[in-house]
């Protein structure tokens, strides 16, 4: 039990399959953009493409360092991740 699923052409030119089991499938629920403003696909996923930048409000907090450094960033559009 296998479906197709219309894909996005940068994922299909990164080798996404468009054939997926069944089991992998969920319904989509759209975001709420009055609760996640300006979400964009590139800002959830990597597609190895340079040149979008965000802008940082300030960073909140940071644990760990080097390679396994993580921030806590407020973004200029409100998010905080």
């Known amino acids: 039990n296998s479906f197709r699923v219309d894909l996005p052409a940068r994922l299909l030119r990164r ?3 468009p054939v997926f089991h069944s089991s992998l499938l969920r319904v989509h629920v759209a975001n709420d953009d009055r609760l996640f403003p300006g979400r964009a696909e590139t800002q959830v996923a990597d597609f190895g493409e340079d ?3 965000w802008a940082v409000e300030r960073v909140l907090s940071h644990k760990g360092k080097g390679l396994a450094a993580v921030f806590e ?3 200029k559009a409100g998010d905080i991740t």
């Open 73 to 75: 960033i407020k973004w």
């Open 51 to 53: 040149g979008a930048e």
């Open 15 to 17: 080798g996404v399959h």
